[in-house]
């Protein structure tokens, strides 16, 4: 392991605060992703980006935000406009495409 | 838009019986399927791509456009095929599309 780096692995915050989830790599990938895991759902893609300074939504981007500043960071913001944002959220990166992506350990966030 | 419907939420057999996980999908172009696996405690990572037709571990599956259909197989389970597997889908966008996944449970 290790090349994908997401933390904290446990996050609690209260209800209407934004909070900001960190993912850094280290692969040289120009490509990284947001999922949220929910049981019995699978794996539902949040935000993505294929290149610094552009992103794109992916299919339930309501309530996030991010930010691809520098290739190896893609920090990923809940907001309060977020309904149920208590969740596992995973991280990826890859070359971009559909070549392999390589997942984090992911963040566990409970609102209370 | 792009869907993967994996049917069985979780799918129990025995050591040595023959495993086949389902994942069918919608897109009516040419698609590229994955397969990825999460063991317990490990980080979620491909297992196998239908470009490539290899076989991964014993497993192997195979795009049926027809069908609409890859569903990943393996003539004898063991103990430590165990986890929870992901059927993905790469079409009309540059990222995934992933199922809700299918949990195997391996028996003695």
């Known amino acids: 392991d290790g090349g994908i780096t997401q933390s904290p692995k446990y996050l609690f915050r209260k209800e209407g605060q934004n909070v900001t989830l960190s993912c850094e790599q280290n692969?040289?990938?120009?490509?990284m992703y947001w999922y949220r895991q929910d049981p019995g759902q699978g794996l539902r893609l949040i935000y993505y980006?294929?290149?610094?300074?552009?992103?794109q939504k992916g299919d339930i981007a309501e309530g996030y935000s991010v930010s691809r500043e520098k290739k190896e960071s893609f920090p990923l913001t809940v907001t309060s406009a977020q309904k149920n944002p208590t969740a596992f959220y995973l991280c990826?990166?890859?070359?971009?495409?559909?070549?392999?992506?390589?997942f984090g350990p992911g963040t566990r966030l409970t609102v209370l | 838009a792009q869907r993967v419907t994996q049917p069985e939420k979780l799918l129990s057999v025995f050591k040595g019986a023959p495993v086949e996980l389902k994942c069918n999908y919608s897109?009516?172009?040419?698609?590229?399927l994955f397969w990825y696996v999460q063991y317990s405690r490990q980080r979620l990572q491909l297992l196998l791509r239908?470009?490539s037709r290899e076989s991964i571990k014993g497993f192997t599956a195979d795009l049926n456009k027809g069908e609409t259909s890859f569903h990943l197989k393996k003539p004898f389970a063991q103990e430590e095929d165990s986890a929870m597997y992901y059927c993905?889908?790469?079409?009309?966008?540059?990222?995934?599309?992933f199922g809700s996944g299918t949990r195997l449970q391996v028996q003695p």
């Open positions: 239908h470009i």
């Open positions: 990826a990166s890859g070359q971009g495409g559909y070549n392999e992506q390589f």
């Open positions: 897109y009516s172009g040419s698609p590229e």
């Open positions: 692969l040289n990938h120009d490509a």
């Open positions: 980006s294929q290149i610094v300074n552009d992103f």
């Open positions: 993905a889908l790469g079409a009309g966008r540059r990222a995934l599309t």
